[in-house]
């Protein structure tokens, strides 16, 4: 998920796009507490650039803001191949070459096939630097734009990129314009940022549609937590939330809030291909998932259930004031996708510090054996009782520890303090139907979908899914998909 995959250390194995999105928004966490409490403008652009650079594998990026009477754009901060800031692109008129339109149209741009574009001044220095990927951001606070994030990679950028790279022009947008509120003060009034910048005076400004109650004292919370909380506050404007409250609490802050979601209208009732109502609710039902992941990384919770009135949808999201981490390293390669993405949560919920492969004192959690015969210090995940774990491996775990268990495990690690090795339950067996079930389910078919496949019924399906739960002692389906998955059910 980085924007170029040449020139920036890989893992040795092929992390599922959750995963990756998880160590990505690490690094992005890595920026945004590099920008705590700076109030340089050009300070700030240039650590969000070399992030670009150093974090993402990108060939330069660049960051541009608005000038005070909004008609010229002003390089602040260049990193990568380019580190000037005074050459021709050092001002730009605001609708001018690419960067002046992203700033005036207020619509982010990607393209991965730059040389091919026509408004690319010069086409030749693109194809002789190998410059495939270019994107755009307005930097934009509220309904104002103060500046453009581009960045430029040697290979296509994937998509995944592209939600990080929002993630990180939020924070860049944040750190900016307190800078240049703080810095336009006249001299001797300069406020102070807690008091401008509060979360709730954000989702004041983001939540058009509905009046904000506060409740509690508002507390400084960590970038990433406020990032969250913003993203979901914009996701509610767009489905015109109904009520919003936001609470401070003894340990975490909540916002809850009540939608109104379309009706769905199904292609049957319509005899059309598809509707806007239904498109409405992929999008509300993708929003909610991504954030509901990284709320989980962060050690918080999205929860969403009906509400009173048919189609209203109420939303919960907590998050702690602060994650406690211990500051012992992790790196997490794991061969099947779901055991990779349910232990990196597990250890952000633990509090350690995800991290790749090659940074020093780093344990290698894992359950592939080329991994392992890599790597100094290994916790190896027992996913199948019957075989046995590579010699190179410090200490074993199973699928049955917890987040507590866990930072134990690795604090002992890193101290060099013997680890106790987990007894693992007997494997439980499933039938062929349960198998096929199982496997439908993780695909995310609902029962109907997966009673006509299999040619059953609904109630079939029901009996089958609540004998696997019982089987792997899971707790609702989800958790029964991860735990088949370490099985070897699918």
């Known amino acids: 998920m980085r924007a170029a995959s040449a020139g920036v250390d890989s893992p040795s194995v092929d992390l599922p796009s959750q995963?990756?999105?998880?160590?990505?928004?690490?690094?992005?966490?890595?920026?945004?507490?590099?920008?705590?409490?700076?109030?340089?403008?050009?300070?700030?652009?240039?650590?969000?650039?070399?992030?670009?650079?150093?974090?993402?594998?990108?060939?330069?990026?660049?960051?541009?803001?608005?000038?005070?009477?909004a008609t010229m754009l002003r390089l602040v901060a260049s990193?990568?191949?380019?580190?000037?800031?005074?050459?021709?692109?050092?001002?730009?008129?605001?609708?001018?070459y690419k960067v002046g339109k992203i700033a005036q149209n207020r619509v982010p741009f990607l393209s991965n096939r730059l040389a091919e574009e026509t408004w690319v001044k010069d086409r030749d220095w693109a194809i002789a630097n190998n410059i495939q990927g270019f994107a755009g951001y307005p930097l934009m606070t509220g309904d104002r734009v103060i500046g453009v994030l581009a960045t430029f990679s040697h290979s296509p950028m994937a998509a995944e990129f592209l939600e990080v790279l929002q993630v990180l022009c939020m924070t860049a947008t944040i750190a900016l314009d307190a800078a240049l509120q703080v810095n336009t003060q006249p001299t001797g009034r300069k406020t102070s940022l807690t008091t401008r910048l509060t979360l709730s005076d954000q989702l004041a400004d983001l939540l058009t549609t509905t009046t904000m109650a506060l409740v509690g004292t508002e507390m400084p919370l960590p970038d990433s937590v406020s990032y969250l909380f913003l993203r979901l506050g914009e996701l509610l404007d767009e489905f015109h939330?109904?009520?919003?409250?936001?609470?401070?609490?003894?340990?975490?802050?909540?916002?809850?809030?009540?939608?109104?979601?379309?009706?769905?209208?199904?292609?049957?009732?319509?005899?059309?291909?598809?509707?806007?109502?239904?498109?409405?609710?992929?999008?509300?039902?993708?929003?909610?998932?991504?954030?509901?992941?990284?709320?989980t990384c962060l050690g918080g919770s999205l929860q969403t259930q009906p509400g009173p009135q048919q189609q209203m949808v109420q939303v919960i999201l907590k998050a702690p004031y602060s994650s406690s981490k211990s500051g012992d390293s992790v790196s997490i390669q794991c061969r099947a996708a779901l055991v990779q993405t349910a232990l990196t949560?597990?250890?952000?919920?633990?509090?350690?510090?995800?991290?790749?492969?090659?940074?020093?004192?780093?344990?290698?959690?894992?359950?592939?054996?080329?991994?392992?015969?890599?790597?100094?210090?290994?916790?190896?995940?027992?996913?199948?009782?019957?075989?046995?774990?590579?010699?190179?491996?410090?200490?074993?775990?199973?699928?049955?520890?917890?987040?507590?268990?866990?930072?134990?495990v690795v604090h002992n690690l890193h101290t060099g303090q013997p680890v106790e090795t987990a007894a693992t339950p007997d494997s439980p067996r499933p039938s062929e139907r349960e198998r096929e079930i199982m496997a439908l389910l993780a695909q995310g078919l609902r029962d109907r979908d997966i009673a006509n496949q299999l040619y059953i019924s609904e109630s079939t399906v029901k009996f089958h899914i609540n004998n696997s739960l019982a089987k792997l002692q899971a707790k609702n389906r989800y958790q029964a998909v991860y735990q088949a998955a370490v099985h070897g059910w699918i």
Not at 32 to 61: K, N, Y
Not at 82 to 87: K, L
Not at 271 to 287: F, H, I, K, N
Request: net charge neutral; charged share 20%; aromatic share 6%.
């Open 241 to 295: 939330c109904d009520y919003a409250r936001l609470v401070y609490g003894a340990t975490d802050v909540g916002l809850e809030a009540i939608v109104a979601l379309p009706a769905q209208i199904s292609v049957a009732q319509t005899g059309q291909v598809a509707s806007q109502p239904q498109a409405m609710l992929t999008r509300w039902r993708s929003r909610c998932q991504q954030l509901r992941f990284v709320a």
């Open 19 to 69: 995963a990756r999105l998880l160590l990505d928004l690490q690094r992005v966490n890595k920026i945004a507490q590099r920008l705590s409490g700076c109030l340089e403008i050009e300070t700030i652009a240039r650590i969000v650039t070399d992030g670009l650079v150093h974090q993402f594998g990108c060939a330069f990026a660049r960051i541009w803001v608005v000038e005070p009477e």
């Open 79 to 96: 990193s990568g191949l380019y580190t000037h800031t005074n050459g021709s692109f050092a001002r730009v008129p605001m609708g001018a």
């Open 345 to 408: 949560c597990l250890a952000y919920r633990a509090g350690l510090t995800v991290c790749d492969a090659s940074e020093p004192e780093t344990v290698v959690i894992t359950d592939s054996e080329t991994v392992a015969r890599a790597a100094d210090r290994v916790l190896w995940v027992r996913v199948n009782a019957s075989s046995p774990p590579p010699a190179q491996v410090t200490a074993t775990v199973d699928w049955t520890i917890d987040a507590d268990q866990l930072r134990q």
